[in-house]
């Protein structure tokens, strides 16, 4: 049984940081590419960040040079490190494992809550 469990969401200040992790279970880790997702009230799903099988990294225009993506296959978790946060940031964040990035078998965690307000 596939499972992803997202931790580290919480309430901070503008201009904050933050700290999202995710650990996988019951898959081969280092075969699937693995994103973070974030959903605001009133909008679509988007992609914030994504790194391939071999460490490489995409980012949305809207948080490059702010968020860094990373992954350790020896502890089967992805990491999403968040700073310089702004109000729009706030969403659910929610993890995505993606065998081979070819979106034929994918997995979802349950999300997290991030909320940046003052």
């Known amino acids: 049984q596939v499972k992803l469990v997202e931790s580290g969401g919480g309430l901070v200040q503008p201009g904050g940081s933050l700290g999202l992790s995710c650990t996988a279970s019951?898959?081969?880790?280092?075969?699937?590419?693995m994103s973070w997702y974030r959903q605001a009230p009133g909008k679509e799903r988007e992609l914030v960040a994504r790194i391939t099988t071999g460490g490489s990294t995409n980012y949305a225009d809207s948080v490059k040079g702010r968020f860094t993506i990373s992954r350790d296959n020896a502890k089967n978790t992805v990491y999403l490190q968040m700073n310089s946060l702004k109000p729009d940031d706030t969403a659910v964040y929610t993890c995505?494992?993606?065998?081979?990035?070819?979106?034929?078998?994918?997995?979802w965690g349950q999300g997290t809550q991030v909320t940046v307000s003052s």
């Open positions: 019951g898959l081969t880790f280092s075969s699937y590419e």
């Open positions: 995505n494992a993606d065998l081979m990035g070819r979106g034929r078998y994918m997995y």
